[in-house]
């Protein structure tokens, strides 16, 4: 993607980020919303949350963990839909500050994030469940509604004002309402005002030409669109999917089924074969631990980034010709990255479609040297192990003589362009439907 600001260029490099989902919340073992899907008592969720205090919260345990996944930035719930706010808020007194722990967990995780070298990013919810104003809008109560939106703009400048550089700002929970009942262009001004870098994310609320306006999402406004347990490139701005590393649930739920490192792999792998990010989320214990199943997968992944991570870092959007039959493709450069999700131990491999001339080819899992032979529509890899070399994905990197590019034909996939692309392939063993004529 052409024209990224010097000032953005990181995020299109990291391709890999952490989404924390914690809040007392987490010590019910249900999930983030249980307060609304199960409708609890208002008044006893508020006093649990006030004597939530988790002991074994260490932010430095957690930047270590992002790390060593091979992860670039976090983004951190500073405050969900339950309202409860995990700093230290002049506007409110359901904060960990001022109730039971006395800390200001968004200042430990920001500085131990930058510490190590990481992105920091916080995300804060637009609407809370214990107002009734936010559930009215502005239309049944305007005056309620006016307070609370200046309750949102205050804390969103408390944010950008107490804790240093901040570098992305993602937003959610603004549905049904629409950005200008929101005053989000006017938040946005005041964000850019006091951290010109700062990356915000599209959930300001639906624009007002957009009815639907899925989650609250603005084609207009925001400078990277987030797509929710799915992968869809965005070809006009900068893109994140952001996914569970569980069946389904962000917050610490007991009994959820964790999906294989496989798995979550191989969607970091396709975020980046279509240049984009995915931001992995983790749900926390409710005394401040990752679970250490998350903790066992992200270290897998990180082994794997520490061999591969090249092809994932600062990769460019679209593949170049067909591979569906082996896995992925990844571009960067001059190079073209093979990863191989289905090794079928024969010793060889074949790419159809690759125009651009190959100089060398590595399996970048072992480093080996690979033979190859290259004739107009093929390219043969040869001198492949029998056995995978690794548990994950192993990854062939092609070095051309320029950008990769594909054949013609190759251009478009299989269904997809136009069928007399084919056609002279089909002629060439006859016109009719007998054989050999």
Do not use: I, S
């Given at each position: 993607m052409s024209g990224i600001p010097d000032h953005w260029k990181w995020?299109?490099?990291?391709?890999?980020?952490?989404?924390?989902?914690?809040?007392?919340?987490?010590?019910?073992?249900?999930?983030?919303?249980?307060?609304?899907?199960?409708?609890?008592?208002?008044?006893?969720?508020?006093?649990?949350?006030?004597?939530?205090?988790?002991?074994?919260?260490?932010?430095?345990?957690?930047?270590?963990?992002?790390?060593?996944?091979?992860?670039?930035?976090a983004v951190l719930t500073t405050r969900h839909h339950d309202g409860f706010c995990l700093w230290d808020s002049k506007f409110t007194d359901y904060t960990s500050a001022a109730q039971a722990p006395r800390r200001d967990f968004v200042r430990e995780y920001v500085e131990a994030f930058r510490a190590a070298g990481l992105r920091v990013g916080l995300y804060y919810s637009m609407i809370d469940w214990r107002v009734p104003a936010a559930f009215e809008g502005p239309e049944h109560d305007p005056r309620g509604w006016a307070a609370f939106r200046e309750y949102v703009h205050h804390q969103v400048r408390e944010l950008l004002t107490h804790y240093g550089r901040i570098d992305v700002m993602w937003f959610d929970g603004a549905w049904p309402e629409t950005s200008r009942q929101w005053g989000s262009h006017e938040l946005v001004q005041t964000m850019r005002s006091l951290q010109p870098h700062l990356l915000i994310n599209n959930r300001l609320g639906r624009d007002e030409d957009d009815p639907a306006g899925t989650g609250g999402q603005s084609r207009s406004l925001g400078d990277f669109s987030t797509p929710e347990h799915r992968i869809v490139e965005d070809p006009h701005r900068l893109w994140e999917s952001c996914d569970v590393s569980t069946s389904r649930l962000w917050g610490y739920a007991k009994g959820e089924r964790w999906r294989p490192a496989d798995v979550l792999l191989d969607k970091l792998v396709e975020c980046a074969s279509k240049g984009g990010n995915l931001l992995l989320n983790v749900g926390p214990t409710g005394d401040g631990e990752f679970p250490s199943e998350f903790v066992a997968i992200t270290d897998a992944i990180g082994k794997w980034m520490r061999l591969h991570g090249e092809c994932i870092s600062g990769s460019e959007r679209g593949e170049v010709c067909e591979f569906i039959t082996h896995g992925r493709q990844i571009r960067k450069g001059s190079n073209l990255y093979l990863v191989v999700r289905f090794w079928d131990g024969t010793g060889a491999l074949t790419l159809a479609g690759l125009e651009t001339t190959v100089t060398r080819a590595v399996l970048l899992t072992t480093g080996s040297e690979l033979r190859f032979k290259q004739t107009t529509d093929h390219l043969a890899i040869e001198g492949l192990p029998e056995k995978s070399p690794t548990d994950l994905f192993p990854v062939i990197r092609l070095e051309c003589d320029g950008p990769p590019k594909a054949r013609p034909w190759a251009v478009d996939r299989l269904w997809k362009g136009d069928p007399r692309r084919m056609t002279a392939w089909a002629a060439q063993r006859g016109k009719t439907v007998w054989v050999g004529r």
């Open positions: 995020f299109n490099e990291a391709r890999f980020g952490l989404f924390v989902h914690w809040g007392p919340y987490a010590a019910y073992g249900r999930g983030e919303q249980v307060l609304f899907r199960e409708r609890l008592d208002q008044r006893d969720y508020e006093a649990r949350a006030c004597r939530w205090n988790p002991q074994k919260f260490d932010a430095t345990a957690w930047a270590d963990v992002a790390k060593q996944a091979g992860m670039k930035y």
